[in-house]
């Protein structure tokens, strides 16, 4: 039973911006800190950014000032609004929900792909 629902990948070329959506449960959304993570090809799943419910962000270094997390409370949906993106972004996003207070990720969803062209 899919719990998160991403959507908002393609392709675009470098420079360029695209908005991830991640829908879920309400539940979920309340009781998680909601994140995005990224996955390229042959290396390990990374951790992007985060948002908790009281809308405190943490992003990574490599998406810092490119990147911005978000949430809509009355639709259970968080955002990844990526901008001047980079052929080294090129990655499946995934979304996930973790509990607070925990390092693991407790729900995914099923990815979405972002490819960047030079």
């Known amino acids: 039973q899919v719990q998160l629902v991403e959507s908002g990948g393609g392709l675009v070329q470098a420079g360029g911006s695209l908005r991830l959506s991640c829908a879920t449960s309400g539940s979920i959304f309340s009781d998680n800190v909601m994140g995005w993570y990224r996955q390229a090809p042959g290396k390990q799943r990374e951790w992007v950014a985060d948002i908790t419910r009281a809308r405190s962000t943490n992003y990574a270094d490599s998406v810092k000032g490119r990147f911005t997390v978000s949430r809509d409370n009355a639709k259970n949906t968080v955002y990844l609004q990526m901008n001047t993106l980079k052929p080294e972004d090129t990655a499946v996003y995934y979304c996930?929900?973790?509990?607070?207070?925990?390092?693991?990720?407790?729900?995914w969803g099923q990815g979405t792909q972002v490819t960047v062209s030079s």
């Open positions: 996930g929900a973790r509990l607070y207070g925990s390092s693991s990720v407790t729900y």
